[in-house]
């Protein structure tokens, strides 16, 4: 999302959506928002400007809901997402509903955040970054991604507001140049261990599936599964004993043939099916592979809950 780029915009005189969250989601359908780009706001002043968006705010509400759809081909491939803001006077954001920062906005994480609620501070404009990458980077979906944004102004009747936000999405490789020469995220002696048997040039690249089992090689790499077998995938596994929700799976070591160096890490997470954020659970954030069984036990299962696992390597 480069300067200037366009996203869908609704003045907050309500919530945008029902359930109000609904609207953070990848599948919402925006289309019936109002469309402009980067940056939004107005102000008294003329030395603020010029707005790609002047919205007219003052006394009518105090909040702004935006998204903004993005393409990411191959999301095993992005190893950074690099995002910066200017603001004016606090926001909160989400990337496919999983919410990334709430800046000079009241309230804990992932609380909610009405529509008539005001900034901590009135505050001038000013500049916010984040860098994400390894365990902390978000969940990204094959193809289309959406960043909402709430941004909120410091009282009904303010001066000005400002909001500007883009987003660099980097590929890279955890593995040296000359262990990985065509950087795509698997090590060369992997490859040729798995994939060189292929006939196909396009089934060995990073974003094929030559099994079809819904895994890129990328992914399987990662995993530590098998890219030509279709039975070998990563799963977790869910039952229940006395009463107790029982949620596992099986880790891997990185070691063998294209790991040298690497350690790889799982984390459980959940969620509510009608949401597309995750929660890690606190005992099983950062669980290094080592051949074991991971084990959850819920003592107190909800009447609706999804879970997940997530490995990486590092």
Known sequence: TPPGTAWRYRPGTSEASSPAEAWRAVGYDDSAWAEGPAPFGYSSDPAEGPFGTTLAMPGAYSCLFLRCAFEVAAPALVSRLELAARYDDGFVLWLNGEE????????????????????????????????????????LCEGANVLAVQVFNGSLNSSDLLFD?????????????????????????????????????AERAAAADPDGDGLSNLEEYIAGTDPRGRGSVFSVQVGFQGGELLVSFPTVAADGTGYRGLSRYYALETGAPAE????????????????????????????EAVWRARVWLE
């Open 276 to 303: 597309a954020a995750w929660q890690a659970v606190a005992s099983c954030e950062r669980v290094l592979g080592a051949g074991q069984k991971v084990v959850y036990t819920n003592t107190a299962p909800a009447d």
């Open 100 to 139: 990334l920062a709430r800046v000079n906005a009241p309230g804990a994480p992932g609380s909610p955040a009405p529509y008539d609620t005001l900034a901590i501070d009135s505050i001038e404009p000013r500049a916010w970054d984040l860098s994400l990458s390894g365990s902390s980077l978000p969940t």
């Open 165 to 201: 936000l883009t987003l660099e999405t980097i590929e890279g490789s955890l593995l040296a140049a000359d262990v990985d020469p065509d950087a795509d995220g698997m090590a060369e002696a992997w490859e040729q261990a798995y994939l060189a048997g292929l006939s196909d040039p």
